[in-house]
């Protein structure tokens, strides 16, 4: 892990799904003034559909939505001054790791039994259908693959345990980032 000043860079959050990407990414925008970018919301807003929907889609699927998911990292990375809540998938391409390390990287490190719970949740209390929770025991494989993906690229580890409140979380963030 390497630190890094943000300066103008752009700010990724990465981590698994149900980890809190997205809500840190609305938090930290509010307390940094910087523009938010969720790639998620902004994939599912330019094809019209959820993500899950991409997913079983035959025409599309997996392979399409990670496509989508480069192009839109190409087009992010351009740009500066943003905070990104990426997919949890993103690291899965040597080309999105190499375009994530051009800003500065926070992985929140998130226990696997909290992110299932947090995904249960937004499904039963929101519709939200998290294709990666489908089937728990490949999750948990991917979630232990995925690991090494995402400290190769952070800068800054935040460990966040059991229901750590969200503004300690971003607390850390900032602290890691070194924003006064």
């Given at each position: 892990m ?13 981590a698994m ?10 938090l ?8 938010v970018v969720d ?5 599912e807003a330019s ?15 997996q392979?399409?939505f990670?496509?989508?998911?480069t192009?839109?990292?190409s087009?992010?990375s351009?740009r ?5 809540s990426?997919?949890g998938g993103?690291v899965?391409?040597e080309e999105n790791?190499n375009?994530?390390?051009?800003g500065v990287?926070v992985?929140?490190r ?5 992110m299932r719970r ?6 039963r209390?929101k519709g939200?259908?998290?294709p990666?929770?489908r089937?728990?025991?490949a ?12 400290e190769s690229v ?5 460990r966040?345990?059991k229901e750590?409140d969200?503004?300690v979380?971003?607390?850390k963030?900032?602290k ?5």
């Amino acid at each position: 892990m390497r630190k890094r000043k943000l300066g103008r860079r752009n700010l990724y959050l990465v981590a698994m799904a149900g980890s809190g990407k997205s809500k840190q990414a609305r938090l930290l925008g509010a307390r940094m003034g910087r523009e938010v970018v969720d790639m998620d919301a902004a994939i599912e807003a330019s094809e019209g559909c959820r993500i899950h929907e991409i997913f079983d889609d035959p025409n599309r699927g997996q392979e399409y939505f990670r496509a989508l998911e480069t192009k839109l990292l190409s087009e992010l990375s351009l740009r500066s001054n943003l905070i990104v809540s990426t997919g949890g998938g993103i690291v899965g391409r040597e080309e999105n790791r190499n375009m994530l390390r051009t800003g500065v990287v926070v992985y929140l490190r998130v226990p696997f039994a909290v992110m299932r719970r947090r995904a249960e949740k937004q499904k039963r209390e929101k519709g939200i259908d998290r294709p990666l929770f489908r089937n728990i025991a490949a999750a948990k494989r991917l979630f232990k693959a995925r690991i090494p993906l995402y400290e190769s690229v952070a800068n800054v580890q935040v460990r966040v345990w059991k229901e750590t409140d969200a503004d300690v979380v971003t607390g850390k963030i900032l602290k890691g980032i070194g924003w006064e």
